[in-house]
Nanobody, 115 residues
Framework: QVQFVESGGGLVQPGGSLTLSCTTS????????MGWYRQAPGKQRELVAD???????NYVDSVKARFTISRDNAKSTLYLQMNSLKAEDTGVYYC?????????WGQGTQVTVSS
């Protein structure tokens, strides 16, 4: 069974940084486009960054130049480096294969940006 385990969230002040990690199992990680999703309070979950098998990267406009997605295929792990955090970045962050609607979501990791 495919599983995603996110970690690295926490409480941070505006302007601060966090690095999220997502370990995966039950699949050949290097074969899939992976994404970080965010669910802000009262909003739908959205894809904020994704990285293809060959390393092509996309970001939603609101995080461009502040977030960096990367992957370590040897460790089957996905990362999200988040800098210059803003209050609107608050939410639960999840990782998952992109365009695999049948995948179960992990528990996510909470990011709270507040002074």
């Amino acid at each position: 069974q495919v599983q995603f385990v996110e970690s690295g969230g926490g409480l941070v002040q505006p302007g601060g940084s966090l690095t999220l990690s997502c370990t995966t199992s039950g699949m050949i990680f290097s074969n899939y486009r992976m994404g970080w999703y965010r669910q802000a309070p009262g909003k739908q979950r959205e894809l904020v960054a994704d990285i293809s098998v060959r390393g092509k990267i996309n970001y939603v406009d609101s995080v461009k130049a502040r977030f960096t997605i990367s992957r370590d295929n040897a460790k089957s792990t996905l990362y999200l480096q988040m800098n210059s955090l803003k209050a609107e970045d608050t939410g639960v962050y999840y990782c998952k294969r992109v365009n695999f609607n049948a995948d179960y979501w992990g528990q996510g990791t909470q990011v709270t940006v507040s002074s």
